[in-house]
Every structure is written in C-alpha cells, then in structure tokens.
C-alpha cells in the first residue's frame, strides 16, 4: 500500500519499519507543547492521506512505561478525511516529569482496513452462550 504523506516540517521523520514483518512504524515528536487541558502534545510535522475505506491508529510504544505518561485517548483515530498534522497527546499519571523529548520515538502508527456499518434495529437480539454476561463474567 502507497500512502502519500507530506513533510509539514524539514525536520519532519518519514516512518518506516524497524524490522521485516512489523505491524507499525515508530513516530517521531519535532516539537511539543501543552495544550489548554494540560495535555503533553507532540507534533510530528507529517500530514498524510490515509485511503477511503481505512483507519489510521496510533498507540502508545512499549517504552512509554519508562515514562509516568498515558496516551490521553489510549487509541488515537486518524479517520481517512483528516489532513492535518498528526499529533499525540499524553497525559500525566503522576507528579513525575518523565516526558519524551523532542527527537524521540513517541508513538506506534498503523492503518487498517475498516468496515462500513448499516443499523438494523430489531425488537429483541438472538440469544447466545455469553448472553449480556459483561465485565468479568466469563470469570478471573
């Protein structure tokens, strides 16, 4: 699959996969601020084009429990419609200060297939095994 992306930024790092066979592509912060929520931003300086009929989903790399940080949406959506620059935004668990820095790897980025969905609404759904057995009910 081609994509199109656009540097936004001539510091801006074009992705590409650590090794043959991974599922996503390291994304790499070129600025960061804190946004009105207090929200640690990072921008990327890449737009791309994400093709109709697919998602993009960016989550959190492993090394972020380095950090007292979580991803603030815990998946981020890049819908295929969106052209502007992909930001992630963490959040701070605690009173630490271990933030990434500019020029760090900060996030995972993958695009999917994705399905378009038409309701049917029913009166009653078919019965199952699980039936409405919720969180925890399949047991610990």
């Known amino acids: 699959m081609r994509i199109r992306i656009e540097k936004m ?72 419609g969106y052209r502007g620059e992909v930001i992630i935004k963490f959040g701070q668990i605690d009173g630490d200060k271990i933030e990434y820095k500019i020029g760090d790897r900060v996030a995972q980025f993958m695009i999917a297939p994705v399905l378009s969905i038409n309701f049917l609404e029913v009166a009653n759904l078919p019965s199952s095994d699980r039936g409405s057995g919720g969180f925890g009910s399949s047991g610990s």
């Open 9 to 80: 930024h001539e510091s801006a790092v074009i992705p590409k996969y650590a090794n043959f066979g991974d599922a996503c592509v390291d994304l790499v912060a070129i600025r960061k601020w804190k946004d009105e929520h207090g929200n640690h931003c990072y921008g990327t300086g890449l737009a791309m084009e994400i093709p109709i009929n697919h998602v993009g989903y960016i989550f959190p790399r492993s090394s972020i429990a380095k950090t007292s940080m979580a991803l603030r949406n815990a998946v981020g959506v890049i819908d295929s």
